[in-house]
């Protein structure tokens, strides 16, 4: 039986990763779409500055993300990690190739500023398939077993309830996932790399719209791209989250994030290009959405098993002990809003335009 503190630190999960693909996003789409709206060495400079002085605040969101795995769910922690550890290696590889890309563009040569630029954007492009290998397979599942790591011996699916107390006689027992990384590749896992990507070249346009001076040509071709991208952006996504839901969801509740995303997309499409502050707001809420969906459609399961629902890792089961909880409770009392400020003084402080004009041709 979940109780209520393992429950308020699902919550809090779910909504840690949600904040953090939210604000993520935008410095995933403004590398997606660094060649398209930059057509040149100092415009692409210009348009990195617009993400360089937030990008350490929206990161913070994903430590936090991982330290709550860590000390709330051990279990889940060690098990996707582990079994997800090439790309979650792949994905600290190219966040921090990208970091590099970013502090060092305005310190070098035009033609290595010009590599680096490419550079970002494939950086940016891996972490987002990285981030829907992960998200699928949480949903979809992994070849996960119990077993003993020393006798290396399987536990008889009869002896596990992912939904009731521990058996005293799997002590020595984890659940692990024992198949290749090839196994988190697959038709859901791919349509949902493609559905963020689209999506995040739509939110790519939309910040830089909001964060380049009026009347360049950089905005120009910002505008052509949001214009062009945003009847159908969220399409990909919806359709995966309703793919995701009818095939893998476990909660009914997931729906009723479905129709919250379907009333995003279409809400940021009727306010574009009205209050852009706003449009921003509302292209990153679907971010948001689709993220907490697939934590609510997986619920109560952390982490699915391909071989045998009896292997199923459950919250009860992954969870620290209810005073490991509580204590840090407190500590999320303290630090989640600590990072919200962080967060919010970045962008109040430091979210004034990047000056294009002494680089690019005004527009007719």
Not at 8 to 24: E, G, N, P
Request: charged residues 10%; neutral net charge; glycine residues 8%.
């Amino acid at each position: 039986m979940i109780t209520t503190l393992q429950f308020i630190w699902y919550f809090l999960a779910c909504a840690l990763m949600a904040t953090t693909l939210a604000l993520v996003g935008l410095d995933l789409g403004t590398g997606i779409v660094l060649g398209l709206v930059g057509k040149n060495g100092d415009e692409r400079a210009l348009l990195v500055r617009t993400i360089s002085p937030h990008w350490g605040g929206h990161e913070v969101w994903l430590i936090s993300f991982v330290s709550a795995l860590f000390a709330a769910f051990p279990e889940w922690y060690s098990s996707l990690l582990s079994g997800l550890q090439t790309y979650f290696l792949l994905l600290i590889f190219a966040l921090v190739l990208r970091v590099v890309t970013i502090e060092w563009r305005g310190q070098v040569s035009a033609r290595i500023g010009s590599l680096l630029d490419w550079v970002h954007t494939a950086c940016s492009l891996v972490i987002v398939f990285c981030f829907a290998i992960i998200f699928a397979s949480q949903l979809r599942g992994l070849p996960v077993e119990v077993i003993n790591p020393r006798a290396g011996a399987i536990a008889d699916p009869s002896m596990v309830d992912p939904n009731g107390p521990a058996n005293p006689d799997l002590a020595a027992y984890v659940h692990s996932v024992t198949g290749s990384p090839w196994a988190a590749i697959n038709l859901f896992s791919l349509l949902g790399a493609v559905a963020l990507i689209v999506y995040l070249a739509y939110v790519g346009a939309v910040w830089a719209l909001q964060r380049i001076t009026f009347e360049c040509e950089p905005q120009e071709r910002a505008f052509a791209l949001r214009s062009l991208l945003a009847p159908f952006a969220g399409l990909p996504l919806l359709a995966w989250a309703v793919w995701g839901q009818l095939a893998y969801g476990c909660s009914a509740l997931g729906w009723v994030l479905i129709i919250l995303l379907a009333g995003a997309l279409a809400l940021q499409f009727v306010f574009r290009g009205r209050i852009l502050a706003l449009h921003v707001s509302l292209a990153t809420a679907p971010l948001a959405l689709v993220t907490a969906w697939v934590y609510v459609a997986a619920y109560p399961v952390l982490l699915p098993s391909t071989v045998n629902k009896a292997y199923d890792l459950s919250i009860n089961q992954a969870a620290s002990s209810g005073p490991a909880l509580a204590v840090l409770v407190g500590a999320a009392a303290l630090g989640i809003p600590l990072a919200g400020a962080l967060t919010w003084f970045s962008h109040r402080t430091l979210g004034s335009r990047v000056d294009f004009t002494a680089i690019a041709t005004p527009f007719e």
